[in-house]
Nanobody
Framework: VQLVESGGGLVQAGGSLRLSCAAS????????MGWFRQAPGKEREFVAA????????YYSDSVKGRFTISRDNVKNTAYLQMNSLKPEDTAVYYC???????????????????WGQGTLVTVSS
């Protein structure tokens, strides 16, 4: 599975962005999908994940209520809608995929085999 993110950019605090993760090579309809982010000098951290079976969604506490993960299996694409953005949301955002969640329920980057190259999100204050 190849993943390509898009939709990043520069936005003012309080604004919104929608990231897309387009998959190719095979369908992701039977894959769990996750979004992670990495700020300069920091480790990659979990943002959100979505299952393939019942579309259950999981979020980090830092984005809960502001971000929404979704998927369109017909378009073979996952999305991350980001609202009420804050300067601390500035990071490179990566999408990831695999067949099943691991022991952390998709919150660890080690549970995903497939990764995109990332898209930069910069939130100005």
């Amino acid at each position: 599975v190849q993943l390509v993110e898009s939709g990043g950019g520069l936005v003012q605090a309080g604004g919104s962005l929608r990231l897309s993760c387009a998959a190719s090579g095979r369908t992701i309809s039977d894959h769990v999908m996750g979004w992670f982010r990495q700020a300069p000098g920091k480790e990659r951290e979990f943002v959100a994940a979505i299952s393939w079976s019942d579309f259950s969604q999981y979020y980090s506490d830092s984005v809960k209520g502001r971000f929404t993960i979704s998927r369109d299996n017909v378009k073979n694409t996952a999305y991350l809608q980001m609202n009420s953005l804050k300067p601390e949301d500035t990071a490179v955002y990566y999408c990831a995929g695999d067949r099943f969640f691991g022991t952390s329920g998709g919150r660890s980057p080690h549970e995903y085999r497939y990764w995109g190259q990332g898209t930069l999100v910069t939130v100005s204050s």
